[in-house]
């Protein structure tokens, strides 16, 4: 595609069901990356893939969050049992790698937990 | 990985004025990045500067580099309400991820 895509835009769910936040990179981008973002704040980074693996996933507040990128591409991630305090807007990320590349962000999912 | 602290935390310019917002970040770095946000959406990429440039521009964007202090500085010269945005610095060192921290809220008065 043109850009990067993230799916659902928007997500409301209840408080402790699962969620699934996709991404689509722009193709040809190795590298990915998850931030979370709420309001007034920067984007917390989560976790940065290169190719399939995860580089560096530091940033994943819990054993709740999990993401994955199975064949390099399309990445999920997903949280468990979700609570009120993961309201916030994904932000997925892709750039072509390497240290001086620039990064290309989605619009974002806004998730709601209620 | 490191982020960058940008300061002011918010800014508030008449239209035609100058902005300018500053990053410092705390260890050695490859490249500093400034990105743009608005309406709390996607960050778009702005400018990169690498560490052994001192100065680089864009259009009306000016940004510069001193590595012995340890910060940056973004200058958006004859500014628009259009320019009216979040703006974030991230400093990198080797491939590790970009990570941003509070930004500078711009407000442009027209």
């Known amino acids: 595609g043109a850009g990067v895509s993230q799916t659902p835009s928007n997500k409301v769910t209840e408080k402790g069901k699962y969620v699934e936040l996709r991404c689509d990179p722009i193709?040809?981008?190795?590298?990915l990356y998850w931030y979370r973002q709420s309001l007034g704040q920067g984007p917390e980074f989560l976790i940065y893939?290169?190719?399939?693996?995860?580089?560096?996933d530091s940033g994943l507040p819990n054993d709740r969050f999990f993401a994955v990128r199975p064949e390099g591409s399309v990445s999920t991630l997903k949280i468990q049992r979700t609570e009120r305090g993961d309201s916030a807007v994904y932000l997925c990320?892709?750039?072509?790698?390497?240290?001086?590349?620039?990064?290309?962000f989605g619009q974002g999912t806004r998730l709601t937990v209620v | 990985s490191q982020q960058g602290e940008e300061d002011p935390q918010a800014l508030s310019i008449q239209e035609g004025e100058n902005a300018t917002m500053n990053c410092s970040y705390k260890?050695?770095?490859?490249?500093l990045q400034w990105y743009r946000q608005n309406s709390g959406r996607g960050l778009v990429h702005l400018i990169l500067?690498?560490?052994?440039?001192r100065e680089k521009h864009s259009g009306r964007l000016r940004v510069t580099l001193d590595t012995s202090k340890k910060s940056s500085s973004l200058l958006i010269t004859a500014s628009r309400a259009a320019d009216t945005a979040s703006y974030f610095c991230?400093?990198?060192?080797?491939?590790?991820?970009?990570?941003f921290g509070k930004g500078t809220r711009l407000s442009v008065i027209a």
């Open positions: 990320a892709s750039s072509l790698g390497g240290p001086d590349t620039e990064a290309f």
């Open positions: 193709s040809g981008h190795t590298a």
């Open positions: 893939f290169q190719g399939t693996g995860a580089a560096d």
């Open positions: 260890t050695s770095i490859n490249n």
């Open positions: 500067i690498r560490s052994n440039e």
């Open positions: 991230a400093p990198r060192s080797g491939n590790t991820p970009l990570v």
